[in-house]
């Protein structure tokens, strides 16, 4: 049998909680991806590589 007396104040208490919780994972940055550089890094290299093999095969 379930106790019909609800604490209203709990409930408040959880969704502050709850609200708090989220604004602090909003205020902090996204983790920016390292996947991004390391893609500009290898197309560099690549016409890097190919510049210089064009250049020898003239």
Do not use: C, Y
């Not at 502050?16 to 197309?43: D, H, L, M, W, Y």
Request: glycine share 4%.
């Amino acid at each position: 049998m379930s106790d019909q007396h609800i604490d209203p104040a709990g409930n408040t208490q959880q969704f502050r909680a709850f609200a708090q919780r989220r604004e602090q994972e909003a205020s902090t940055p996204p983790k920016k991806s390292p996947i991004v550089p390391i893609i500009a890094v290898v197309v560099v290299a690549v016409v890097i590589v190919g510049v210089v093999a064009f250049l020898l095969l003239q």
